[in-house]
């Protein structure tokens, strides 16, 4: 079947470092992958994606690249501010076949960024 | 409409009564998912429509929990004599399903329900 890791949080940065949080996943197929962000108090926004092997997706200065020979799909920001804390979930679609599409979710990541 | 709507946005119910949540998804978007976050847990997917029947059902927790969608449009979750471990955000999504590979779901803001 399908699954998502994501690394374990909570992430504690302070403003303008550097952002990783890694993310490995297992599909059969090609799947597309996905970064979501949830803020306080608030619901799930596509942050980026990327549908193919070798593509970049990025908004808001964060970026991802889709790894095929790692399985991998980390997502990274040069220069975190204050306003990136949220809890950040890779997903994934294995659409085609007899799969209709279905979100798969890793656990999520909470990062917090003091200033 | 410009987004997918969810109904109430908080929830307070006792112990045993029975609950209804409203989805209006983005219009003309065929696929519609219930998803279940619980606090300090991940997303844990509940169901799927397609137009309004539900190839995937797996998702629920048990017979107490049921979904309908009609017109291919809105849809509601039920659930019945509800529990204190009902107590969770219940999202809903909906997206294009020839296109969700491409685009990925469009969350609601979700329900917060609370059994006390």
């Known amino acids: 079947g399908n699954s998502v890791t994501q690394m374990e949080g909570p992430v504690t940065l302070s403003e303008e470092a550097f952002l990783t949080i890694n993310c490995t996943y297992t599909a059969t197929g090609y799947p597309s992958l996905f970064w979501y962000v949830q803020y306080p108090g608030e619901g799930l926004q596509l942050l980026l994606k990327a549908t193919k092997a070798d593509d970049k997706g990025s908004n808001k200065g964060f970026e991802a690249t889709y790894r095929k020979e790692t399985t991998s799909f980390h997502l990274e920001k040069g220069s975190v501010q204050v306003s990136d804390s949220a809890v950040y979930f890779c997903a994934l679609i294995n659409a085609g076949g007899t799969s209709y599409g279905k979100l798969t979710f890793g656990q999520g990541t909470i990062l917090t960024v003091h200033p | 409409g410009a987004g997918v709507s969810q109904s109430p946005s908080n929830k307070v119910t006792e112990k045993g009564k029975d609950v209804e949540l409203r989805c209006d998804p983005i219009s003309g978007h065929t696929a519609l998912y219930w998803y279940r976050q619980s606090l300090g847990q991940g997303l844990e997917f509940l169901i799927y429509f397609q137009g309004n029947s539900a190839p995937d059902k797996s998702g629920l927790p048990s017979d107490r929990f049921s979904a309908e969608r009609t017109g291919g449009s809105v849809s509601t979750l039920t659930i019945q004599r509800t529990q204190q471990e009902d107590s969770a955000v219940y999202l809903c999504?909906?997206?294009?399903?020839?296109?969700?590979?491409?685009?990925?779901?469009?969350f609601g803001s979700g329900t917060r329900l609370t059994v006390v």
């Open positions: 999504a909906s997206s294009l399903f020839d296109r969700v590979r491409i685009y990925g779901y469009t």
